[in-house]
């Protein structure tokens, strides 16, 4: 944790939501050293704790008005034809934030998990990590959350793998990652965080960044929130510096045309381009973060695209019966809704046809 974080920053973190409800041990005792080592954080920690025991008071209220028998939409899709509404769940959560005047993003943590056969689950890595213990794995629906020594706090992403040095917090602060992660590095100018991936490497002092490195994907992205990170390319002596609210999308492929939201990118001669951050319309939120608040974001992107997004979020295997559906192109956001009722909510954009047979979806036009 690097100390800097805002008031409504914390109140978004879900390990602060934990540790205010008292509900995770692990999250409760690293908030708990947090105050300790940093005495001078404790007024606004016990501020964003009282904002946090009062929205929930709030919005529990409100839940209980509107606990009259109706069924509320089961799917919150946005920019869809035909979509006049966000939901009622929304519009309570807007009507709590606005009572306390903070941004609708103050309480998006109320929301249930994504729909998993496995729960999202805490791990500390203690002072030293094992031999058999420094490698981490998340399956298809599966998130964890994980404790470095240095107290460096990390979300994996489903389907993703991080490797932790044997050495980590000794001689280095190395990793290696496979897939996506949402990485708050604690500051040590001693000892630089380096986190190693497929074509670069990042190197930070204390930041907070998101890495997105699916072995099947086309492109990795690196999205910087705060602080400040270098990008080394491998075999190069290409480095990239990124500021806060920027991110580098890296093409795989080199010089393949790289495109994003439909739109042709104009690439670096190094194969890889520089954009600002994405942003949901709706309430600010980070789009390329918005996993971590187990949030499922679709901006733009064609079913093709989002293939392994729902792969991998449901853990499910997507066939397409013909290249045509695979093109159709969506914007939506869904929290708690499961595969079906995403798949209907998408239909409102589109017709196409599904077949769901236990893991295995069929998809035609």
């Known amino acids: ?3 800097i974080l805002s008031i409504e920053e914390l109140v978004i973190d879900d390990s602060f939501a934990d540790y205010c409800f008292q ?3 692990t999250d409760v005792l690293f908030w708990e050293e947090y105050i300790l080592a940093n005495p001078g954080e404790k007024e606004k920690i016990e501020e964003a704790k009282q904002l946090v025991l009062g929205l929930a008071a709030m919005f529990k209220k409100e839940e209980e008005k509107q606990a009259d028998g109706k069924k ?4 919150k899709v946005i920019a869809l034809p035909g979509n006049r509404s966000t939901g009622t769940k929304r519009r309570l959560y807007a009507r709590a934030a606005a009572a306390v005047a903070v941004l609708l993003i103050g ?3 109320f929301s249930s998990p994504v729909p998993s056969k ?7 890595v203690k002072d030293q990590v094992p031999v058999d213990a420094n490698i981490f794995t998340t399956g298809k629906g599966e998130k964890k959350v994980i404790i470095l020594p240095d107290s460096t706090k990390l979300w994996l ?9 044997k050495e980590f917090g000794k001689e280095n602060r190395q990793v290696y990652l496979t897939g996506e992660a949402l990485f708050d590095v604690t500051h040590n100018k001693a000892l630089p965080f380096i986190v190693h991936i497929d074509k670069y490497d990042i190197k930070v002092l204390g930041t907070l960044f998101n890495v997105k490195a699916y072995p099947g994907d086309k ?24 500021s806060p609210n920027q991110k580098v999308i890296i093409n795989k492929n080199g010089d393949d045309p790289m495109v994003k939201d439909g739109k042709r990118l104009l690439l670096h001669e190094a194969g890889f381009a520089l954009l600002p951050l994405s942003y949901n319309e709706k309430d600010s939120a980070v789009i390329e973060t918005a996993w971590a608040q187990n949030r499922l974001e679709i901006v733009n992107e064609s079913f093709e695209e989002i293939k392994g997004k729902l792969e991998r979020w449901y853990n499910v295997k ?3 019966t013909g290249s045509e559906v695979g093109k159709y192109t969506f914007s939506a956001t869904f929290e708690k809704e499961t595969i079906s009722q995403v798949l209907k909510a998408l239909q409102y954009a589109y017709h196409f046809n599904y077949d769901i047979k236990e893991n295995e979806i069929t998809i035609s036009k």
């Open 72 to 75: 509320m939409s089961p799917a």
């Open 219 to 242: 492109q990795s992205e690196t999205s910087l929130i705060r602080g400040k990170v270098e990008i080394q390319m491998t075999n190069s002596s290409r480095k990239i510096l990124l």
């Open 1 to 3: 944790m690097s100390g």
């Open 107 to 109: 309480i998006k943590f």
């Open 157 to 165: 992403n489903a389907g993703s793998e991080l490797r932790v040095d």
């Open 318 to 320: 997507i066939k397409f």
């Open 118 to 124: 496995k729960p999202v689950s805490a791990i500390a």
């Open 23 to 25: 509900k995770n041990e």
